[in-house]
Protein backbone atom coordinates (compact mmCIF):
# COMPACT_ATOMS: atom_id res chain seq x y z
CA UNK A 1 0.00 0.00 0.00
CA UNK A 2 1.65 3.22 -1.02
CA UNK A 3 4.98 3.16 0.40
CA UNK A 4 4.83 -0.21 2.13
CA UNK A 5 5.36 -3.08 0.98
CA UNK A 6 4.86 -5.06 4.03
CA UNK A 7 3.91 -4.33 7.49
CA UNK A 8 2.38 -5.16 10.65
CA UNK A 9 1.27 -2.78 13.28
CA UNK A 10 -0.80 -2.67 16.62
CA UNK A 11 -2.36 -0.38 17.91
CA UNK A 12 -3.55 -0.04 21.53
CA UNK A 13 -6.33 2.48 22.78
CA UNK A 14 -3.89 5.59 22.12
CA UNK A 15 -1.28 6.34 19.85
CA UNK A 16 1.46 8.33 18.25
CA UNK A 17 3.48 8.42 15.12
CA UNK A 18 6.65 9.41 15.04
CA UNK A 19 8.91 9.79 12.35
CA UNK A 20 11.06 12.01 9.67
CA UNK A 21 9.41 13.77 6.86
CA UNK A 22 8.38 11.16 3.97
CA UNK A 23 8.78 8.42 6.14
CA UNK A 24 5.00 7.20 5.78
CA UNK A 25 3.28 8.41 8.44
CA UNK A 26 0.44 10.31 6.41
CA UNK A 27 0.78 6.74 4.55
CA UNK A 28 -0.64 5.34 7.21
CA UNK A 29 -3.27 7.44 7.94
CA UNK A 30 -4.44 6.88 4.11
CA UNK A 31 -4.83 3.08 4.80
CA UNK A 32 -8.05 4.02 7.02
CA UNK A 33 -8.87 6.90 5.05
CA UNK A 34 -9.40 4.09 1.79
CA UNK A 35 -11.20 1.77 4.44
CA UNK A 36 -13.69 4.66 5.51
CA UNK A 37 -14.18 5.64 1.75
CA UNK A 38 -14.82 1.93 0.73
CA UNK A 39 -17.63 1.56 3.28
CA UNK A 40 -18.87 5.42 2.92
CA UNK A 41 -18.63 5.12 -0.98
CA UNK A 42 -18.07 1.69 -2.27
CA UNK A 43 -14.57 -0.05 -3.49
CA UNK A 44 -14.68 1.97 -7.43
CA UNK A 45 -15.58 5.18 -5.79
CA UNK A 46 -12.92 4.99 -2.86
CA UNK A 47 -9.88 4.18 -5.71
CA UNK A 48 -11.29 7.69 -7.29
CA UNK A 49 -10.82 9.41 -4.24
CA UNK A 50 -6.87 8.21 -3.83
CA UNK A 51 -6.53 9.53 -7.08
CA UNK A 52 -6.60 6.40 -9.09
CA UNK A 53 -5.09 2.69 -9.01
CA UNK A 54 -1.23 4.21 -9.77
CA UNK A 55 -1.67 6.25 -6.17
CA UNK A 56 -2.22 3.74 -3.94
CA UNK A 57 -0.05 0.72 -4.57
CA UNK A 58 3.34 0.62 -4.36
CA UNK A 59 5.49 1.59 -7.65
CA UNK A 60 8.52 0.29 -6.17
CA UNK A 61 6.99 -3.47 -6.46
CA UNK A 62 5.98 -3.54 -9.88
CA UNK A 63 2.86 -2.74 -11.41
CA UNK A 64 1.01 -6.60 -11.11
CA UNK A 65 2.14 -6.57 -7.39
CA UNK A 66 -1.28 -7.49 -5.20
CA UNK A 67 -1.94 -5.02 -2.70
CA UNK A 68 -3.32 -6.58 0.69
CA UNK A 69 -4.98 -5.33 3.67
CA UNK A 70 -5.49 -6.82 6.88
CA UNK A 71 -7.54 -5.81 10.19
CA UNK A 72 -7.98 -7.37 12.95
CA UNK A 73 -9.78 -6.31 16.12
CA UNK A 74 -10.93 -7.49 19.71
CA UNK A 75 -15.25 -7.63 19.83
CA UNK A 76 -17.27 -9.01 22.78
CA UNK A 77 -20.73 -10.11 21.87
CA UNK A 78 -22.63 -12.64 22.42
CA UNK A 79 -25.62 -14.82 21.28
CA UNK A 80 -27.81 -17.19 23.23
CA UNK A 81 -29.69 -20.03 22.14
CA UNK A 82 -31.21 -23.87 22.93
CA UNK A 83 -30.36 -26.89 21.51
CA UNK A 84 -32.30 -30.35 21.72
CA UNK A 85 -32.72 -31.17 24.77
CA UNK A 86 -33.00 -27.68 26.45
CA UNK A 87 -29.47 -27.04 26.40
CA UNK A 88 -28.09 -23.32 26.81
CA UNK A 89 -25.39 -22.67 24.24
CA UNK A 90 -24.00 -19.32 24.44
CA UNK A 91 -21.44 -18.12 21.71
CA UNK A 92 -19.42 -14.91 22.13
CA UNK A 93 -17.36 -13.23 18.99
CA UNK A 94 -13.79 -12.34 20.31
CA UNK A 95 -12.44 -11.37 17.79
CA UNK A 96 -13.09 -10.14 14.22
CA UNK A 97 -10.96 -9.96 11.31
CA UNK A 98 -11.11 -8.60 7.51
CA UNK A 99 -8.38 -9.17 4.91
CA UNK A 100 -8.48 -8.30 1.44
CA UNK A 101 -6.23 -8.21 -1.56
CA UNK A 102 -6.42 -6.48 -5.31
CA UNK A 103 -4.90 -7.58 -7.87
CA UNK A 104 -3.86 -5.21 -10.96
CA UNK A 105 -3.01 -5.84 -14.36
CA UNK A 106 -0.23 -3.74 -16.98
CA UNK A 107 -3.61 -1.59 -17.80
CA UNK A 108 -4.37 -0.22 -13.71
CA UNK A 109 -7.24 -2.98 -13.76
CA UNK A 110 -8.08 -4.06 -10.73
CA UNK A 111 -9.60 -7.19 -9.85
CA UNK A 112 -10.87 -8.43 -5.98
CA UNK A 113 -8.19 -11.89 -5.71
CA UNK A 114 -9.53 -12.21 -2.53
CA UNK A 115 -11.73 -10.62 0.37
CA UNK A 116 -12.74 -12.73 3.61
CA UNK A 117 -14.52 -11.83 7.52
CA UNK A 118 -13.38 -14.00 10.13
CA UNK A 119 -14.85 -14.09 13.38
CA UNK A 120 -13.59 -16.27 16.36
CA UNK A 121 -15.99 -17.59 18.61
CA UNK A 122 -16.00 -19.39 22.08
CA UNK A 123 -18.76 -21.45 22.54
CA UNK A 124 -19.88 -22.74 26.35
CA UNK A 125 -22.87 -23.95 27.77
CA UNK A 126 -24.88 -22.35 30.53
CA UNK A 127 -26.61 -23.51 33.31
CA UNK A 128 -29.23 -22.42 36.01
CA UNK A 129 -26.93 -20.68 38.92
CA UNK A 130 -28.17 -22.23 42.28
CA UNK A 131 -29.86 -20.33 45.34
CA UNK A 132 -26.70 -19.17 46.92
CA UNK A 133 -24.89 -18.14 43.55
CA UNK A 134 -25.58 -14.11 42.99
CA UNK A 135 -23.29 -13.66 39.57
CA UNK A 136 -25.64 -15.60 37.14
CA UNK A 137 -25.69 -18.59 35.11
CA UNK A 138 -22.80 -21.00 35.41
CA UNK A 139 -21.24 -22.12 32.31
CA UNK A 140 -18.93 -25.05 30.80
CA UNK A 141 -16.49 -23.75 28.04
CA UNK A 142 -17.00 -25.90 24.85
CA UNK A 143 -13.84 -25.16 22.65
CA UNK A 144 -13.09 -22.04 19.82
CA UNK A 145 -14.99 -22.36 16.50
CA UNK A 146 -14.79 -19.98 13.90
CA UNK A 147 -17.65 -18.06 11.60
CA UNK A 148 -16.16 -16.66 8.04
CA UNK A 149 -17.47 -15.35 4.59
CA UNK A 150 -15.50 -15.50 2.11
CA UNK A 151 -16.29 -13.60 -1.64
CA UNK A 152 -15.03 -15.67 -4.22
CA UNK A 153 -15.85 -13.52 -7.37
CA UNK A 154 -18.94 -12.19 -6.04
CA UNK A 155 -20.25 -15.27 -4.77
CA UNK A 156 -20.28 -15.35 -1.10
CA UNK A 157 -19.10 -18.64 0.61
CA UNK A 158 -20.21 -18.66 4.51
CA UNK A 159 -18.15 -21.13 6.35
CA UNK A 160 -19.16 -22.11 10.21
CA UNK A 161 -16.81 -24.03 12.26
CA UNK A 162 -18.15 -25.38 15.92
CA UNK A 163 -16.13 -27.96 18.80
CA UNK A 164 -17.59 -30.80 18.31
CA UNK A 165 -18.78 -31.00 21.71
CA UNK A 166 -20.91 -28.14 20.88
CA UNK A 167 -24.54 -29.95 19.82
CA UNK A 168 -26.08 -28.11 17.12
CA UNK A 169 -28.69 -28.42 14.13
CA UNK A 170 -29.57 -26.47 11.30
CA UNK A 171 -31.51 -23.61 13.27
CA UNK A 172 -28.90 -23.40 15.88
CA UNK A 173 -26.51 -22.90 12.75
CA UNK A 174 -28.84 -20.42 10.95
CA UNK A 175 -28.62 -18.43 14.46
CA UNK A 176 -25.15 -18.17 14.75
CA UNK A 177 -25.38 -16.77 11.21
CA UNK A 178 -27.41 -14.37 11.94
CA UNK A 179 -25.61 -12.81 15.18
CA UNK A 180 -26.94 -9.36 15.50
CA UNK A 181 -27.78 -9.10 11.80
CA UNK A 182 -23.84 -9.35 10.99
CA UNK A 183 -24.40 -11.03 7.50
CA UNK A 184 -28.17 -9.71 6.94
CA UNK A 185 -27.49 -7.53 4.05
CA UNK A 186 -26.05 -10.37 2.41
CA UNK A 187 -28.44 -13.14 3.35
CA UNK A 188 -31.20 -10.42 1.73
CA UNK A 189 -29.39 -10.67 -1.69
CA UNK A 190 -28.80 -14.22 -2.12
CA UNK A 191 -24.60 -13.77 -1.10
CA UNK A 192 -24.05 -12.67 -3.99
CA UNK A 193 -22.26 -9.45 -4.55
CA UNK A 194 -22.06 -7.39 -7.62
CA UNK A 195 -19.11 -7.30 -9.68
CA UNK A 196 -16.27 -5.37 -7.95
CA UNK A 197 -17.83 -4.90 -4.75
CA UNK A 198 -16.47 -5.67 -1.42
CA UNK A 199 -18.04 -7.38 1.78
CA UNK A 200 -16.77 -4.24 3.32
CA UNK A 201 -19.21 -2.57 1.61
CA UNK A 202 -22.20 -4.78 2.68
CA UNK A 203 -21.43 -5.94 6.02
CA UNK A 204 -23.66 -4.79 9.31
CA UNK A 205 -20.61 -4.84 11.67
CA UNK A 206 -18.32 -3.27 14.69
CA UNK A 207 -15.76 -3.04 11.95
CA UNK A 208 -17.57 -0.99 9.39
CA UNK A 209 -19.49 1.09 11.88
CA UNK A 210 -15.92 1.95 13.30
CA UNK A 211 -14.83 2.88 9.54
CA UNK A 212 -17.78 4.78 9.07
CA UNK A 213 -17.55 7.26 11.45
CA UNK A 214 -13.78 7.91 11.28
CA UNK A 215 -13.15 11.43 11.21
CA UNK A 216 -9.61 11.96 9.44
Do not use: C, W
Not at 90 to 103: C, D, H, I, N, R
Not at 104 to 129: G, H, M, Y
Amino acid sequence: FKSFNQQPVELGNFNVLIGANASGKSNFVQVFRFLRDIVQHGLDNALSMQGGVEYLRNAKLGKVKELGLKIMVATEFSHQFLTPPQKRIQVTASEMSYEMTLGFNKRDEFKISQERVDLTLQVSELFPAGPDELNGPNSRHLGEGRLSMVNRDGTIEPVLFLPTTAETNEFTKREIFSLFGLFQPLIVVGLHLPAQTLLLESLNSPLTRLFRHLSI
